[in-house]
């Protein structure tokens, strides 16, 4: 149990860190670009470094977990986003600053794509619920916690301070990970990983982002087309490449198991249906309701701080409850949530906002931790890093797609009606998600989460 505790501990440095990370700079993007003179769209690029060297790395990192063990990706993931930290610290120019940022979330990407088979190899089986419940409740109070912190540390010091606190944590994670972190029981067998693969990985996922940032920055057509185009073309050869292989990057493997795929059908539905709602929210609440930014922010935040205190209550129900079923019901209730909020009036009081809100976040968190429990467990052990990785990977893809149905939806109306309209669309992918995950009610549940028998 000590071991268990501290290679826990280990995890909730590495995954907080990098979640952390990936919004605290956002307060300071105004100060970054008054003092490396560059116009406030450019200063985006500190943010969308860090996603895009993520996204176009994470299922490479899980595959070669699967051949080399997660606790060595894990290590090297957390020593790369702390010297990439450093890096940060001392950035003299924009380029330097967006060229450190790639470098960490290159290093999260590492990190975020097996945690949650760590976690599968942490805990008992029976446990498996509880873990994931946990790592929910680190996220939440992470994704909570970055504008705060940040708001802290610029109101004491300058921006390069967000990146210094990362130096003791980093060093203070790497050095617990490399003690206590377990291997993998069994590592999956075949040739050495194929960087070629890798490379096509990254490119389609690269032109997936890019193709997405130019919808949404209005670019020209024609460079939408070729983009699109590019893709399509990419993504075959990658996928016809990945068909036939015995440990594909891309796990076609594991999406021929039922259970997983719809699992990671419902994972897209449902971060579509978050992430729309949490980019059109701040408009519906600024341009309709009339609310400050300061007041914006502080109403928002109700659905993550529900979250830390529902997540690890619905890490231990999924030990009774069926995970499809707990997973449905939360789906609806976000639903519900999100079609409340999207009904609520100008001078509605702030308990009629944070109402839907909590609904909204409760829902968001009786879904979580079961599906991630059913992604991680329905893989053999010797693809946990595979399975781990699909699921960071769904995540980012139906984020992005949120972002750019909002992105849509105010190109063809006003903030306000666009804003409402994208949180109606959220509650409908949240149904269908909710639908998906019903679905799983037929197929059998793997032995680590099937639910207990009383008596």
Not at 129 to 155: C, D, E, F, K, Q
Not at 368 to 377: F, G, H, R
Request: hydrophobic share 55%; net charge positive.
């Amino acid at each position: 149990m000590p071991r268990r505790l501290w290679a826990i501990l280990a995890v909730a440095f590495g995954v907080g860190l990098s979640v952390l990370d990936a919004s605290i700079v956002n307060v300071a993007l105004p100060t970054i670009a008054r003092e490396f003179s560059v116009s406030e769209s450019h200063s985006i690029w500190v943010v969308t470094a860090y996603q895009l060297a993520t996204v176009m790395t994470m299922l490479s990192f899980s595959a070669i977990a699967n051949r080399v063990g997660c606790r060595r990706v894990y290590v090297f993931g957390l020593s790369l986003f702390t010297i990439a930290s450093l890096g940060c610290v001392f950035a003299s120019s924009f380029g330097g600053l967006v060229a450190a940022r790639t470098l960490q979330g290159v290093g999260a990407a590492a990190v975020t794509s097996i945690n949650t088979t760590l976690i599968r190899f942490i805990y008992p089986r029976r446990r498996l619920g509880r873990g994931m419940g946990l790592n929910a409740t680190i996220v939440a109070a992470a994704s909570v916690a970055g504008p705060a912190v940040a708001s802290l540390i610029l109101s004491l010091g300058s921006w390069p301070w967000l990146f210094a606190i990362n130096l003791p944590i980093g060093a203070v994670a790497v050095s617990l990970s490399a003690r206590f972190l377990p291997d993998n029981p069994e590592k999956g067998e075949g040739r050495p990983f194929d960087w070629r693969d890798g490379v096509m990985n990254a490119l389609c996922f690269g032109l997936f982002f890019a193709l997405a940032e130019s919808f949404t920055h209005r670019l020209s057509s024609s460079l939408i087309l070729f983009e699109a185009l590019l893709l399509l073309l990419v993504g075959t050869l990658f996928v016809r490449s990945q068909l036939h292989k015995e440990n594909p990057i891309l796990p076609f493997d594991l999406l021929r198991i039922p259970i997983f795929s719809f699992s990671v059908a419902t994972s897209i539905c449902s971060y579509v249906a978050q992430m729309a709602a949490l980019v059109a929210l701040p408009f519906f609440l600024q341009h309709y309701l009339g609310h400050s930014v300061v007041r914006t922010g502080l109403l928002m935040m109700a659905w993550p701080m529900i979250t830390i205190f529902t997540a690890p209550l619905a890490g231990r129900l999924v030990e009774h409850i069926h995970a499809g079923l707990m997973g449905g019901v939360g789906l609806l209730i976000l639903a519900l949530g999100l079609y409340l909020c999207s009904r609520l009036l100008p001078g509605a009081s702030d308990l009629q906002i944070v109402a839907p809100l909590l609904l909204s976040g409760v829902g968001f968190s009786l879904f979580q931790s079961p599906n991630n429990s059913i992604l991680v467990a329905s893989a053999p052990a010797s693809r946990s890093g595979s399975a781990s990785g699909m699921q960071g990977t769904a995540r980012l893809v139906g984020q992005t797609l949120g972002a750019t149905l909002v992105s849509a939806l105010f190109l063809a109306m006003a903030p306000a009606e666009g804003a409402s309209m994208a949180m109606e669309v959220a509650a409908a992918f949240s149904l269908l998600g909710a639908g998906f995950s019903f679905s799983r009610l037929r197929l059998p549940l793997p032995e680590a989460i099937r639910p207990r028998k009383r008596g």
